[in-house]
């Protein structure tokens, strides 16, 4: 019989990686989605006939235990958060429900439905914060710099508390920043690919950014969702860096973009202040060497293939329709 997953988030960016790659593998999928006037499904169209959606949320509990009982399924992604950090700080309460009450309400479901289901939480690099030591480790002390970061780093240590407490096979990828031309338009990357993709079009006349000296890990969101499929067939419960272990400024990711559409970016790029974080993280650099020794991955993508790839994308989908609503995309 094929496997059964479930997967929360799976409208977004890597859900919709995660979920074309279990369809790959067999698996039945089913994706959980909260209830919404205006549904977002742009992600998962090309694979709406072979997946199953059920509506359940992060805030309710027995509506994640139904989704469970109906599906028994082998493995549970839970992906869904609030992710945009800027945000966090502008509903601080709503982020600490999802990313941190949401991951408890996960595990103690899946405890009193059924305690066998392999559980994969998605943390995160923005843990780190003001990072201890560099590169970052599965062993580097967290210092959050945000309400995300502070919700994350409970939804890992309360992962970490079930599987110690429950013997659940419960683990947490501590994935650093994993980009697409499926990201959502509010992250910097799509900010950049977008923008430089509407400036070559003619469709804008500049780009305005916050701090250009900020570092960080991009990775290939499909490659990261491998990852996390990974971390579920091991024989032991563990916790992974998943990262490229190289790091780049935003200026070298606005200077990569627009070299690629043939642009001076210096014409283009102006800051604005508004753009700036309250807390600024400064430098996100992982180490994976514990997930290429036990999971045997490596990226396959690297920087500038990955800012190549959301360029083109962008300029495609603008070319086809210049004059469509972004706010689609998020």
Known sequence: MAKRAVITGITGQDGSYLAELLLEKGYEVTGIVRRSSAPN???IEHILDRITLRPADLLDQLSIMRVIQDVRPQEFYNLAAMSFVPASWDQPML????????VTRVLEAIRQVDPSIRIYQASSSEMY?????VPQTELTPFYPRSPYGVSKVFGHYITVNYRESYNLFAVSGILFNHESPRRGLEFVTRKVTQGVARIKLGLAHDLALGNLEASRDWGFAGDYVRAMWLML???VADDFVIATGVAHTVKQLVEAAFEHAGLDWQKYVRQDPAFLRPAEVDLLIGDPA????KLGWTPSVDFKGLVSMMVDADLARLSRSP??????ER
């Open 41 to 43: 499904f742009w992600r």
């Open 95 to 102: 982020t600490g429900e999802f990313n941190a009450q949401g």
């Open 129 to 133: 914060g003001r990072v201890r030591e």
């Open 233 to 235: 067939q091991q024989d």
């Open 290 to 293: 514990k997930a290429k020794s």
């Open 323 to 328: 004059h469509a609503d972004a706010r689609i």
